[in-house]
């Protein structure tokens, strides 16, 4: 099989995993901010990014987010550009420096560098999208940075970015023998 073909397919599924997780699995972490909910979705798009590149990885985010904003969503293509931002600085930032750094040590660097890209870009985008969209005063933003924002990003970031360190090792596996699989039957 094309090696090309097999990675589009393995992103292909990727994608479906993170749907998949995204809407089945979601939950508010922050009692004080119910709408910001938790979906692990962003688990199979690190795999991608510590896999095949952060380009990947950036790759399956949009996926993820473009079915999100189209199907599952009440904030529609907001919250997919959001989501595209956010989970796309984390997994483009922990992709990148994997590939550079291809270890254990190399992963968990990559893996808060995400996290904390991901809290990081999210600060501006909630200064500035959030009152567009809501038709909500910046100063009503603000306070929730510290309270909300800010804890429910790097909680979110935090946890995915644990379960992908637990079952990267194992996944990749069975995608690479896989892959060797079938390119024995071409």
């Given at each position: 099989?094309?090696?090309?073909?097999?990675?589009?397919?393995?992103?292909?599924?990727?994608?479906?995993?993170?749907?998949?997780?995204?809407?089945?699995?979601?939950?508010?972490?922050?009692?004080?901010?119910?709408?910001?909910?938790?979906e692990p979705g962003d688990v199979p798009a690190l795999i991608a990014a510590f896999?095949?590149?952060?380009?990947?990885?950036?790759?399956?985010?949009?996926?993820?987010?473009?079915?999100?904003?189209?199907?599952?969503?009440?904030?529609?293509?907001?919250?997919?550009?959001?989501?595209?931002?956010?989970?796309?600085?984390?997994?483009?930032?922990?992709?990148?420096?994997?590939?550079?750094?291809?270890?254990?040590?190399?992963?968990?660097?990559?893996?808060?560098?995400?996290?904390?890209?991901?809290?990081?870009?999210?600060?501006?985008l909630n200064l500035t999208i959030t009152p567009w969209y809501y038709g909500m005063?910046?100063?009503?933003?603000?306070p929730m940075l510290p309270t909300a924002i800010i804890p429910f990003n790097l909680?979110?970031?935090?946890?995915?970015?644990?379960?992908?360190?637990?079952?990267?090792?194992?996944?990749?596996?069975?995608?690479?023998?896989?892959?060797?699989?079938?390119?024995?039957?071409?």
């Amino acid at each position: 099989m094309n090696t090309n073909l097999s990675k589009m397919i393995k992103l292909a599924m990727l994608s479906a995993l993170g749907v998949l997780f995204m809407v089945t699995i979601k939950f508010p972490i922050i009692p004080s901010a119910p709408f910001l909910i938790y979906e692990p979705g962003d688990v199979p798009a690190l795999i991608a990014a510590f896999l095949f590149g952060p380009a990947a990885g950036f790759t399956v985010i949009v996926i993820i987010s473009v079915i999100q904003g189209l199907f599952f969503s009440a904030d529609g293509w907001v919250g997919a550009l959001m989501h595209i931002v956010a989970s796309g600085t984390m997994v483009f930032v922990a992709g990148h420096i994997y590939k550079r750094f291809h270890s254990a040590r190399g992963a968990v660097i990559a893996l808060v560098a995400g996290t904390l890209s991901m809290t990081l870009i999210m600060i501006p985008l909630n200064l500035t999208i959030t009152p567009w969209y809501y038709g909500m005063p910046v100063k009503a933003v603000i306070p929730m940075l510290p309270t909300a924002i800010i804890p429910f990003n790097l909680v979110k970031a935090g946890i995915n970015s644990i379960i992908t360190a637990a079952v990267y090792k194992s996944v990749g596996k069975v995608l690479r023998a896989e892959a060797k699989k079938l390119a024995k039957e071409v």
